[in-house]
């Protein structure tokens, strides 16, 4: 090294002597709203619990009835059937899916169930089990199909909820098996239709079996690798594919659990109406009141983020609605009313919401 480059050297490494050592730092000012919106991001149930606590309130004052223990025990055994339908839609959701076909596989599901055990002979126990391992394949189907080839859920879906509504019927030629025939040859098929009265207050072994398989999902999908997996899938599945997640296979597993889940309401609504039924409405409408639940409970539909405990505040939201309305006398008309306008809330808050992560 040169004298002259020696001198240039020692006089820059002398003028950083009182240079400053910190780096450029840019801070976001965080105003109230900010802050609001932040938290809804972390807490996504928080938006479902605030509207359900205020409806409780509310209807509490306008009806005098409303916070008897039968009245709340009533609405938790409303709710059951499309709480538990709402756990399979809502892991599917997580994925940035949907599935159409919900209440069709908890109706077929039933319809086995029953067919198995009156046509065939085959002891109830057994039927059950073979109803309900047939409604997780009808979901793997579902799963099969998108993952693998690349169909989209929505189409996928509303395609097999068709079919399985068909082969319903078919299967069943529009059977209805009675309730005295089922408490008389097999009450196991009515299980989640018995209950137990503390306090003189009667409470459905389902509304036990909804709340069990909720606690149990959150756990899952908050503590385990797997539901981090679920959750990976529905927020970027090109990141978590680069991860090492393997989302063609968590996919087929949520749509697998989440059939198995529809045969668990569809043996649930066997107890629930007694009789078992091709014809029942949640063939056609378990899906959308699945989907209702989900939405207003705050899980996004662009998938990644949510909780299943939001969607059982927003089931319990639609059944206070209904309640509420019912015991103050107002046209029932307004329910549908008020539900439309908590989903178009509900999506908007997500969307709100989601600026935060943008």
């Known amino acids: 090294m040169t004298n002259d480059a020696k001198s240039v050297s020692g006089a820059y490494e002398a003028g950083l002597k009182g240079a400053a050592e910190t780096v450029a730092e840019f801070h976001e000012e965080q105003n109230?709203?900010?802050?609001?919106?932040?938290?809804?991001?972390?807490?996504?149930?928080a938006v479902p619990m605030i509207v359900l606590v205020?409806?409780?309130?509310?209807?509490?004052?306008?009806?005098?009835?409303?916070?008897?223990?039968a009245t709340l025990s009533t609405i938790l055994q409303q709710i059951a059937i499309v709480g538990i339908l709402g756990c399979a839609q809502t892991i599917v959701i997580l994925t940035a899916g949907i599935d159409l076909s919900v209440?069709?596989?908890?109706?077929?599901?039933?319809?086995?169930?029953?067919?198995?055990?009156f046509r065939y002979g085959i002891p109830a126990p057994a039927a059950i089990a073979i109803g309900l391992a047939l409604g997780t394949a009808m979901g793997a189907l579902n799963g099969f199909l998108i993952a693998r080839l690349k169909l989209p859920p929505f189409i996928v879906t509303l395609g097999t909820w068709q079919i399985l509504l068909a082969s319903n019927f078919i299967?069943?030629?529009?059977?209805?098996?009675?309730?005295?025939?089922?408490?008389?040859?097999?009450p196991a098929l009515q299980f989640w239709g018995y209950s137990i009265e503390p306090g003189?207050?009667?409470v459905l072994y389902a509304v036990f079996l909804m709340i069990a398989l909720v606690a149990i999902m959150a756990y899952v999908l908050r503590h385990t690798a797997w539901g981090r997996h679920v959750y990976a899938t529905g927020d970027d599945p090109a990141a978590a594919e680069l991860a090492g997640v393997p989302t063609k296979k968590v996919l087929i597993q949520v749509y697998a659990l989440a059939g198995l889940f529809c045969a668990i309401a569809g043996w649930v609504m066997i107890g629930r109406f007694g009789?078992?039924?091709?014809?029942?409405?949640?063939?056609?409408?378990?899906?959308i009141q699945s989907i209702t639940a989900v939405v207003i409970g705050g899980i996004s539909l662009f998938g990644g983020r949510g909780s299943i405990v939001g969607m059982f505040f927003g089931a319990l939201i639609v059944g206070v609605f209904e309640m509420g309305l019912r015991l103050v006398g107002t046209d029932p008309q307004w329910t549908f009313f008020l539900i439309g306008v908590l989903i178009i809330f509900a999506v908007t808050v997500d969307q709100w919401i989601r600026k935060v992560a943008s």
């Open 103 to 117: 209440g069709a596989i908890a109706v077929f599901s039933s319809v086995l169930m029953g067919q198995m055990t």
């Open 275 to 287: 009789s078992v039924s091709p014809t029942a409405s949640t063939g056609q409408l378990g899906n």
């Open 54 to 69: 205020v409806s409780v309130i509310v209807f509490g004052l306008l009806a005098d009835n409303f916070f008897k223990a």
């Open 32 to 45: 109230a709203l900010k802050k609001l919106q932040h938290w809804l991001h972390q807490t996504p149930s």
């Open 200 to 202: 003189g207050v009667k």
């Open 171 to 186: 299967y069943s030629a529009n059977e209805t098996i009675r309730s005295s025939d089922i408490a008389e040859k097999a």
